[in-house]
């Protein structure tokens, strides 16, 4: 019976090494690599400091817009230039697990349904890790308190201590940052004011979809409508556009978004409203005011003048903070005068084909805006241009520094960090792949997508049947279109080649571009004397 029990534990032994889960591949020539997430991209804990009990307020379901309202929002202190949490018993703490990656993958793990809305890097992690990157060892990542400004001294210091670690914990390796949305002038402000340190540390630094002369559109409507950092059904889940609202009006980092006054923009973004006016006679004329960027202050000073929250059952007026502003355009004076060490190499990927809002109007020519104070009834109009639908493409591109290489990708700017387009072009400036024949400066990517390949024998004849399909991304729509007949139809181009004892045909149909996509299809045929 003993020897039977042997067997019986050997083989279930030997069965549990079967199916245990092959170990990942790691690569060990891969340098260090660093995320940097974007606004409302770290998930933030809320610390009682009297029980020390902490609790996630950002991103969760249950009792969100409750426990976002009483710990997360804030006032701003224009003498440490930090924003303080109005609950005096409340720290703001982003989680350090799985050496900070879980603070950026899913920002609400325990969401069963609909996760996937919730998905920051998670995507960009999964297919780091299938390359060969290792957490804690060469995969990293930087939460931090979003609500902050991207100089604050706090922050600017942790990412400081991060980057030591790393460097450490890699063997000296230097480091690959990659940032997405505003971790872009996260990072830029680092470099300014940290230069000596940034150069010691990094090696690249990848910024994707960064806002470096402001997403106007975005700031605009937030600060009049608020936001919802998700679109959908998932959203009713979420905190509600005015909640946020009321974080925003007193969060540093969101002035830090506003265009820039000093960019020259091929298209100006302006604040539009439908008004009347009285004329001296007594009649009165509906017309559409334009103001540009910096009149647009004084509307938001008249529109949130009475803006009040209530606290505790006190109410709490929340204006436009001119302070917070004067803060802000400091910080653009920092951010203009970054520029690159010479050892580091700054690559920029920027999304396109995308409507973005740019413009924004309020009212028309029934209902005009009567009272700037009923601004945030009013559901805004955008004029809008190319970009990843938050991001005007012409202001991620200008990044004001020298740059190894800028690559527009059609992608939305939270979805782009998904795009297999962008995996590939990382994983050629990373390294992180060995095709001497790929170049990413090229204006499209080719992606298999269908391969078919069948051989039967009848008759003393072998006949071979392929099918092949690829997509080919593009943000040069000129150049594919002229491959494309008039009518929009797609080409079919047919070719026959024989020889003794062979023949074979192939036909290639290029399909018309479709959102940066143009699809093509190989379908070929051989048919051979058997030997």
Same mark, same amino acid.
């Not at 806002?211 to 700031?219: D, E, I, N």
């Not at 937030?222 to 059904?233: P, Q």
């Given at each position: 019976?003993? $020897?039977?029990?042997?067997?019986?534990?050997?083989?279930?032994?030997?069965?549990?090494?079967?199916?245990?889960?092959?170990?990942?591949? *790691?690569?060990?020539?891969?340098?260090?690599?660093?995320?940097?997430?974007? =606004?409302?991209?770290? #998930?933030?804990?809320? #610390?009682?400091?009297?029980?020390?009990?902490?609790?996630?307020?950002? +991103?969760? =379901?249950?009792?969100?817009?409750?426990?976002?309202?009483?710990?997360?929002?804030?006032?701003?202190?224009?003498?440490?230039?930090?924003?303080?949490?109005?609950?005096?018993?409340?720290?703001?703490? @982003?989680? !350090?697990?799985?050496?900070?990656?879980?603070? =950026?993958?899913?920002?609400?793990?325990?969401?069963?349904?609909?996760? %996937?809305?919730?998905?920051?890097?998670?995507?960009?992690? *999964?297919?780091?890790?299938?390359?060969?990157?290792? !957490?804690?060892?060469?995969?990293?990542?930087?939460?931090?308190?979003?609500?902050?400004?991207?100089?604050?001294?706090?922050?600017?210091?942790?990412?400081?201590?991060?980057?030591?670690? $790393?460097?450490?914990?890699?063997?000296?390796?230097?480091?690959?940052?990659?940032?997405?949305?505003?971790?872009?002038?996260?990072?830029?402000?680092?470099?300014?004011?940290?230069?000596?340190?940034?150069?010691?540390?990094?090696?690249?630094?990848?910024?994707?979809?960064?806002?470096?002369?402001?997403?106007?559109?975005? #700031?605009?409507?937030?600060?009049?409508?608020?936001?919802?950092? +998700?679109?959908?059904?998932?959203?009713?889940?979420?905190?509600?556009?005015?909640?946020?609202?009321?974080?925003?009006?007193?969060?540093?980092?969101?002035?830090?978004?506003?265009?820039?006054?000093?960019?020259?923009?091929?298209?100006?973004?302006?604040?539009?409203?439908?008004?009347?006016?009285?004329?001296?006679?007594?009649?009165?004329?509906?017309?559409?005011?334009?103001?540009?960027?910096?009149?647009? #202050?004084?509307?938001?000073?008249?529109?949130?003048?009475?803006?009040?929250?209530?606290?505790?059952? !006190?109410?709490?007026?929340?204006?436009?903070?001119?302070?917070?502003?004067?803060?802000?355009?400091?910080?653009?004076?920092?951010?203009?005068?970054?520029? *690159?060490?010479?050892?580091?190499?700054?690559?920029?990927?920027?999304?396109?084909?995308?409507?973005?809002? &740019?413009?924004?109007?309020?009212?028309?020519?029934?209902?005009? @805006?009567?009272?700037?104070?009923?601004?945030?009834?009013?559901?805004?109009?955008?004029?809008? @241009?190319?970009?990843?639908?938050?991001?005007?493409? %012409?202001?991620?591109?200008?990044?004001?520094?020298?740059?190894?290489?800028?690559?527009?990708?059609?992608?939305?700017?939270?979805?782009?960090?998904?795009?297999?387009?962008?995996?590939? $072009?990382?994983?050629?400036?990373?390294?992180?792949?060995?095709?001497?024949?790929?170049?990413?400066?090229?204006?499209?990517?080719?992606?298999?997508?269908?391969? !078919?390949?069948?051989?039967?024998?009848?008759?003393?004849?072998? @006949?071979?049947?392929?099918?092949?399909?690829?997509?080919?991304?593009?943000?040069?729509?000129?150049?594919? &279109?002229?491959?494309?007949?008039?009518?929009?139809?797609?080409?079919?181009?047919? $070719?026959?080649?024989?020889?003794?004892?062979?023949?074979?045909?192939?036909?290639?149909?290029?399909?018309?571009?479709?959102?940066?996509?143009?699809? +093509?299809?190989?379908?070929?045929?051989? +048919?051979?004397?058997?030997?």
């Amino acid at each position: 019976m003993t $020897i039977l029990l042997d067997e019986i534990v050997q083989s279930l032994e030997l069965w549990l090494k079967m199916i245990r889960k092959p170990q990942p591949y *790691v690569d060990p020539n891969l340098d260090p690599v660093l995320l940097v997430p974007g =606004i409302a991209g770290s #998930v933030l804990n809320a #610390v009682d400091e009297e029980t020390g009990k902490e609790e996630r307020v950002w +991103v969760r =379901i249950l009792g969100a817009d409750y426990a976002f309202r009483t710990k997360l929002w804030s006032r701003f202190d224009p003498t440490t230039g930090k924003t303080e949490s109005l609950d005096p018993k409340t720290k703001i703490v @982003v989680p !350090e697990d799985r050496s900070g990656l879980h603070a =950026i993958d899913a920002l609400d793990p325990d969401l069963v349904f609909g996760q %996937e809305a919730v998905y920051y890097f998670h995507d960009m992690i *999964v297919e780091f890790i299938k390359w060969g990157y290792q !957490e804690g060892k060469t995969l990293f990542g930087f939460g931090y308190d979003f609500r902050q400004s991207n100089r604050l001294k706090e922050t600017l210091d942790r990412l400081a201590a991060k980057l030591e670690e $790393i460097y450490n914990a890699s063997g000296g390796k230097k480091i690959n940052i990659i940032s997405h949305s505003m971790g872009g002038l996260l990072v830029k402000c680092f470099m300014c004011l940290h230069s000596d340190v940034f150069e010691k540390y990094v090696k690249n630094w990848i910024a994707i979809a960064a806002p470096f002369q402001g997403a106007p559109g975005y #700031v605009t409507s937030t600060f009049l409508n608020g936001m919802s950092f +998700v679109d959908g059904w998932e959203s009713n889940f979420f905190i509600s556009k005015w909640s946020f609202h009321q974080l925003l009006i007193e969060c540093p980092s969101v002035y830090e978004l506003m265009a820039c006054l000093d960019f020259q923009w091929e298209h100006k973004p302006l604040l539009e409203m439908w008004r009347e006016r009285l004329h001296a006679d007594g009649n009165s004329q509906i017309i559409l005011e334009s103001y540009p960027l910096a009149e647009s #202050v004084d509307i938001f000073k008249g529109a949130l003048a009475n803006n009040t929250f209530n606290y505790n059952g !006190e109410d709490i007026p929340l204006p436009y903070n001119m302070e917070i502003l004067r803060w802000a355009n400091e910080t653009r004076d920092i951010l203009s005068r970054a520029k *690159v060490p010479p050892q580091v190499k700054f690559y920029n990927i920027y999304g396109v084909n995308l409507e973005t809002p &740019h413009t924004v109007c309020y009212g028309d020519e029934q209902t005009p @805006v009567t009272d700037l104070q009923q601004l945030r009834y009013f559901q805004p109009r955008y004029v809008c @241009v190319d970009g990843d639908g938050t991001v005007p493409a %012409e202001s991620a591109m200008a990044d004001g520094l020298r740059a190894e290489a800028r690559v527009g990708v059609p992608g939305e700017h939270r979805g782009i960090l998904c795009e297999h387009h962008v995996f590939r $072009i990382l994983k050629h400036w990373l390294k992180a792949d060995h095709d001497p024949y790929y170049n990413p400066l090229n204006d499209y990517v080719v992606l298999p997508t269908a391969f !078919e390949m069948e051989k039967h024998k009848e008759k003393g004849f072998e @006949v071979t049947s392929l099918k092949e399909e690829w997509e080919i991304i593009t943000d040069n729509q000129d150049d594919n &279109h002229k491959n494309i007949a008039a009518d929009g139809n797609p080409m079919v181009s047919s $070719i026959s080649v024989s020889q003794e004892g062979a023949e074979a045909c192939a036909t290639v149909t290029v399909y018309p571009q479709n959102e940066g996509k143009q699809h +093509v299809e190989l379908n070929a045929v051989s +048919v051979s004397v058997d030997a």
